[in-house]
């Protein structure tokens, strides 16, 4: 079993990972947190593209279960040297690991690798594909906090178009029963997709996902100042005084502050921010449980 997309998840493995995190992240509190059911199993990071809370959050989760995580030094591989993406992943799947997490800016890499590679592969973001696990742990944030996902109303606003937490998460919370409304910029909603203006996307919303500009995916410069998007796209307090009362904000974070969010939001007492992040190691754990059950047959 992969990992690569909401789609390939099945209503009952997504409600596993979902229960499986709650209990983890309560677990993750505790000083006593031994639980070694990875126990001589091998996790092997692989980060084609820039990461701070997935390539951290995936090695403790690993750790924390008892397996043995390495992480390949992109900078410092043969990837610089001209070796391909498919000869990387077959190189690294003689080594016999368990799991290979793929992060890489080209949609569609980790599914290559998956074909290749010998073990489960998990998606930790391809690109402007998907970013599943950023998916589930902020529905297993929403579901903490308000007891459910269903009937919720959840704003995403940003950079739709670039967006591969967007995709996912649009995917996954309109499963969960969730009403998803995408809005942004003209020019960063995707091909086809009206611009709903962001006013109107937060009007009522129970949660406020706030998304940063892709800029590394960007072909030509935006042209707004960072000032500049934040008064007309980002999330300032009269904007999310439009929101239901008790509204939470969100972000995957990284955040620019003063751009697509008032940085005093994202440190406010709505700010659900740093428990994305804390919910990022739960899931994790949940997802490495369940792709490594039939290799420890349990
Ligand atoms: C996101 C990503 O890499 O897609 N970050 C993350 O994983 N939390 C969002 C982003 O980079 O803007």
Redesign the pocket.
């Known amino acids: 079993m992969h990992l690569l997309s909401i789609d390939s998840l099945s209503d009952d493995q997504i409600a596993t990972i979902l229960a499986e995190a709650q209990l983890w992240f309560d677990c993750n509190r505790q000083p006593s947190r031994n639980d070694r059911r990875l126990d001589g199993l091998t996790v092997v990071n692989a980060f084609f593209?820039?990461?701070?809370?997935?390539l951290v959050s995936f090695a403790i989760a690993a750790q924390r279960l008892g397996a043995q995580v390495v992480t390949l030094p992109v900078e410092a591989s043969s990837v610089k040297k001209g070796e391909t993406l498919e000869d990387t992943a077959r190189t690294l799947g003689a080594m016999q690991p368990d799991v290979m997490v793929i992060?890489h800016g080209s949609t569609g890499a980790p599914a290559e690798v998956a074909a290749v590679a010998g073990c489960p592969v998990i998606n930790?973001?391809d690109g402007t594909g998907e970013?599943p696990t950023?998916a589930l742990l902020d529905a297993a944030t929403l579901q903490r906090h308000f007891g459910r996902v269903a009937g919720l109303t959840v704003a995403i606003c940003g950079?739709i178009k670039h967006?591969?937490?967007a995709r996912s998460n649009a995917k996954l919370l309109r499963r969960l029963g969730a009403e998803v409304r995408l809005a942004g910029p003209p020019q960063l909603m995707p091909d086809g997709a009206s611009a709903l203006v962001v006013d109107e996307a937060i009007e009522g919303a129970d949660a406020v996902m706030m998304?940063?500009?892709?800029r590394e995916r960007l072909e030509d410069e935006l042209g707004d100042s960072p000032g500049e998007f934040l008064e007309l796209y980002g999330l300032t307090a009269e904007r999310l005084a439009r929101a239901a009362p008790g509204a939470v904000v969100m972000h995957?974070?990284?955040i620019n502050r003063g751009v697509e969010i008032d940085g005093a939001l994202a440190d406010g007492e709505r700010s659900l921010i740093l428990t994305?992040?804390e919910m990022?190691v739960a899931v994790r754990m949940a997802c490495l449980d369940l792709l490594t059950a039939s290799r420890r047959g349990a």
């Not at 593209?49 to 997935?54: A, F, I, V």
């Not at 998304?211 to 892709?214: E, P």
């Open positions: 593209e820039n990461s701070t809370r997935t992060r930790a973001g970013h950023q950079d967006s591969r937490v998304l940063r500009v892709q995957p974070g990284p994305q992040v990022g």
